[in-house]
């Protein structure tokens, strides 16, 4: 078949159009390559469609796009061109396989390296894009040494670009590995959709341990918790004395505590008022009233003082080691008591020098014939100084040793009878304080006691000194309490210098429920008189029930039994008692 068909053209134009369409073969065969599809500088937006990519390499009609040398375009393109997309919103959501064989390396969402796998992927996608189909047979199959040439620049080129740093790669073409659409999401609902606070106070609520505890009064920089006990009281025994008959009583008890909110001193004031009233039965009216505060100075480094005031006003009982006979009503005692110290650290050695007044004041007794009986040569005042020295085992365990001097002052220097009452003391103890968090606490002491009158006639008064103070709260709710005292009693009867009084309590507090309290107590008391074999030996026992129908107002029972055993005339006796009232507390 002939080339040139129609005849009509002339033979000098068909010569001219036959070296047109050598010359365009030869540029087609001859020319520069077309640029890699990696090297160009397309601004990419997410992935990049397989029909864009066919326009971008091919014509619309599918044949190949014009072709530029390829050595210049690499000098070029491959060192200054890198990828950038956009927006640094665009996320890719497709993977591209890594050029040349070159492991692209990328991380994934969670920040970890990964590097995709080429298995299957041409390892030089693009290194023979110069002509359309390299299994078709074309002018490019005779191109001679100057296509070979230039084929072979054209790779060398493109091996020269998968040989350099990736960051220094065109990447215009490449696809980057996608983040996960759905984590996408996720993370924007996480940090778009947040929990919206409550309105108002937002505080977790806090479970009360004591819901029916006293909330107290603020009084300037005190604490003040104030109770009101009030009912009736059935007795066998109203004055609990060897004649003593049954009566009703109605019966008030104040309470007040008052504890201070300082930050380096502290003070704590207790205060109590008790009174008695017959409403039937034997007549009887007994006033009872006593307040103790206690002062606690830091002072400086490892020094501290301690003051402390106490009064006390009662009738005297019928347990009294001097008993007047012929009296209307019992007569009134007070006693004042007053002591300040200074306890020092040094080291673990713990020293401390403290001084005590005790004052005893005794009421006239109303008698039977219309008059009245003093008893002011009972009067005394006791002044004594202590000194101890402790040594710290640990923390919670400190044992000591302490000696005591001092002198009972009678304001009479001779009583009615002519005996000079006024006597020295001396006394030597050891013992130990504990402060075992919150399980054990207080202290402890026992040693040796001695009273010598200034009278050669009256016995010295002396015996075992025995002192506690201890609570202990092996469970929650519960504490356990030991008080122990000795105690020198002095007496107006004439030949006896006085006696000895032992007298300690322990008591179980435990709480039942939230809103109901029970306490059980025994005690005892032992009185040696001096100078003779007589003595007074007396227990008690009492359990009381408070119901709590709400934090401030309960209701309150109690019942007791005492009774005083001597082997001095006229007394013993027994005495029982019931108690039914409310407490209120603030």
Do not use: C
Request: glycine share 10%.
């Amino acid at each position: 078949m002939s080339l040139f068909p129609n005849p009509t053209i002339r033979p000098a134009r068909r010569t001219r159009l036959a070296a047109l369409l050598v010359g365009v073969a030869a540029l087609a065969l001859f020319g520069p390559a077309p640029v890699a599809l990696a090297q160009q500088t397309l601004a990419l937006r997410g992935n990049l469609p397989d029909n864009r990519a066919d326009n971008s390499l091919f014509g619309t009609d599918g044949t190949a796009a014009p072709a530029t040398d390829a050595t210049d375009d690499t000098d070029d393109s491959a060192q200054d061109t890198v990828y950038a997309p956009a927006s640094s919103s665009v996320l890719p959501d497709a993977a591209a396989p890594p050029v040349s064989g070159t492991p692209l390396t990328t991380q994934d969402n969670t920040g970890t390296p990964e590097t995709p796998t080429t298995d299957g992927l041409d390892q030089e996608p693009f290194g023979n894009l110069g002509s359309v189909d390299q299994d078709q047979p074309g002018p490019a199959a005779n191109g001679g040494k100057k296509a070979a040439a230039t084929a072979s620049a054209a790779q060398k080129a493109a091996t020269d670009t998968d040989n350099e740093p990736l960051s220094q790669q065109a990447t215009g073409s490449l696809r980057a590995v996608p983040i996960d659409s759905l984590d996408e999401e996720r993370g924007r609902a996480l940090s778009e959709n947040q929990r919206e606070k409550a309105i108002g106070n937002n505080k977790k609520l806090q479970y009360d341990d004591d819901p029916y505890a006293p909330l107290g009064l603020r009084l300037g920089t005190f604490n003040v918790n104030t109770s009101i006990q009030s009912g009736l009281t059935a007795t066998t025994n109203a004055d609990s004395s060897a004649g003593g008959k049954s009566a009703i009583l109605s019966e008030t008890t104040l309470r007040l505590n008052a504890t201070s909110d300082w930050s380096r001193h502290s003070a704590n004031i207790n205060a109590y008022g008790i009174f008695r009233k017959s409403i039937a039965g034997q007549d009887l009216s007994q006033p009872i009233a006593g307040v103790d505060s206690e002062l606690d100075l830091d002072l400086m480094r490892d020094l501290r003082g301690k003051i402390k005031f106490g009064y006390a006003v009662s009738p005297e009982t019928a347990e009294s080691p001097v008993v007047v006979e012929g009296t209307t009503e019992e007569p009134l005692t007070q006693t004042l008591t007053s002591s300040a110290g200074l306890e020092k650290a040094i080291g673990k050695l713990r020293l401390g020098i403290t001084g005590n007044v005790e004052r005893d004041i005794y009421g006239n007794a109303k008698l039977d014939s219309g008059g009245t009986l003093s008893q002011k040569d009972r009067n005394n005042t006791l002044v004594t100084g202590v000194l101890r020295a402790g040594y710290e085992l640990s923390p919670s365990v400190i044992p000591f040793v302490e000696g005591e001097l001092g002198r009972r002052y009678y304001d009479l220097t001779r009583d009615d009878a002519g005996y000079a009452r006024s006597a020295s003391r001396v006394a030597a103890r050891a013992g130990v304080t504990l402060a075992l968090t919150d399980k054990l606490s207080g202290e402890f002491s026992a040693g040796w006691l001695r009273e010598t009158p200034d009278d050669d006639r009256l016995t010295p008064i002396s015996g075992p000194s025995v002192a506690a103070d201890l609570k202990w709260s092996p469970i929650r709710g519960t504490t356990v309490s030991l008080q122990g005292s000795t105690q020198v009693e002095g007496t107006t009867t004439a030949g006896e210098s006085g006696d000895i009084l032992y007298s300690g309590q322990l008591s179980l507090e435990r709480q039942m429920r939230a809103n109901l309290t029970g306490t059980a107590s025994l005690g005892m008391l032992w009185r040696n008189y001096s100078g003779t074999d007589g003595y007074d030996f007396g227990w008690n026992a009492e359990a009381d029930l408070t119901y709590w129908l709400n934090r401030y107002f309960g209701i309150t029972g109690k019942i007791r039994h005492e009774q005083q055993v001597s082997n001095i005339q006229g007394r013993d006796y027994t005495a029982d008692s019931i108690f039914l009232g409310f407490t209120a507390q603030r």
